[in-house]
């Protein structure tokens, strides 16, 4: 035999470490695979349980509404006491944890946020609130599990490189939304403008790989679902187009304004009433239960939970909603979330949009109706979160309507420009950087804003 074919102890143990590593390499991709899956069974059972808790809030409050004057300030309370003593970390809702978690140095608070224990908490929690009436929704929590999920794969398949570790924790909060909403295209996009700002051709193969396993995941369990059914509405170019503008204007002054009074009270409310509110926590919670069955009680249990039955009759046209609908849903989403429970805004700010497109429609007899509240579910959507995009893709495939999507971008982007003008930074954005002040002072937040606004500008 020719020497030159002779293997020798250096090529051998090239050979070696080269299997080795693909090895290596194939176990934790099926980790990460596993872990996507993990992500869409969670996101299943979370919305399961969010489901059984409105329907027991349903049966209370079909025994006698007046019971949620006991009901809602006790939840919550008892919501803000478990979040501030057991749980820290869980609060709010979710999407400022994953954000703040990509930007900080120090992996021992990302460990800490990124728990299994915070995770399994925020999915409790959140039930709790629910149950107790709060308006709010699971995708955001769904956000922060599914990140906490990747996180949590990463760390026992050994990973130490942080780019790659921020990667899983992109990857898992993209797979939460789409498993949330049954909506994989509106997790990749969520993933790039909301989470990550920017398409990285490093990491972008693993959150596509996850948010498709997760989606797969979902599906197989409930079914190919559209979240709020199928519609069929368009806008025709030209008079129609009116829609498009005056959903935009109204969705962006009053999504922009929602999310400038979140982003102040977030960096502290001044005087008396702040003091009170830093030193007496769970009584402030309590009040905001009460305020909460107070507008429960007078629009008739409207305002409770998530939205979603609400938005759905509206969108579909099955059922007809009063215009103080939408002010009213709204208001209890803000006191929801200044309360300090966990619980997200996605639900919610659809409903809000779904009845300010209703109201609007009656005025613009000459536009399907259907359209003008896709329009402005959009609009109000894009105007609090400032992700104009996230927000056309998931309306769009959650009604399963392509049809009406150049009216929707343009919708949402002019409702975005409105709120730009009215809150300076993104919601989720300004949100992160408190979270980071509380749980890493040292950590510069301003590098976090910079990163999360100069792709919008």
Known sequence: MPTSVIPTAESLRHLREHAKAGTVSWRRKFMYWSGAAMVGLVAVAFAKGAD?????????????????????????????????????GAQGSGIPQAIACMHLHDMTIVDKVLALRIALAKIFLTCLGLLSGASIGREGPTVQVGASIMHTVGRFAGLTDVTKQRALIKAGGAAGVAAAFNTPLAGIVFGI???????????????????????????????????????????????????????????????GTFSALLVRISRGIPGQFGRFVTQRPILFAALCGLALALLGLLSGGMTYGTGYTQARDIIMGS?????????????????????????????PSLSVGAGMGGWIAHFLPHTTPGAVVMLGTVAYFAAVTQSPLTATVIVMEMCDNQQITLALLASAFLAFGVSRALCSHALYGALAVRFLRSAAPKQKPQNLITATDTHRN
């Open 52 to 88: 059984a808790a409105a329907h027991v809030r349903t049966a209370l409050v079909h025994i006698n509404p007046w019971l949620m004057l006991l009901v809602t300030p006790l939840g919550l309370a008892l919501s803000t006491w478990l979040t501030r003593t057991w749980f820290r």
């Open 319 to 347: 059922d007809q909603y009063p215009a103080s609908f939408f002010l009213l849903k709204l208001l209890a989403t803000l006191i929801s979330y200044c309360s300090g429970i966990p619980g997200g805004l996605f639900a």
């Open 193 to 255: 403008e909301e989470l990550a700002h920017s398409f990285e051709q490093r990491t972008s193969g693993t959150m596509l790989t996850c948010v498709v396993i997760s989606g797969v995941t979902a599906i197989a369990l409930v079914g190919n679902y559209t979240y709020f059914g199928h519609t069929y509405s368009a806008v025709p170019v030209g008079a129609s187009w009116l829609a498009v503008v005056v959903c935009g204007l109204v969705g962006g002054l009053s999504g």
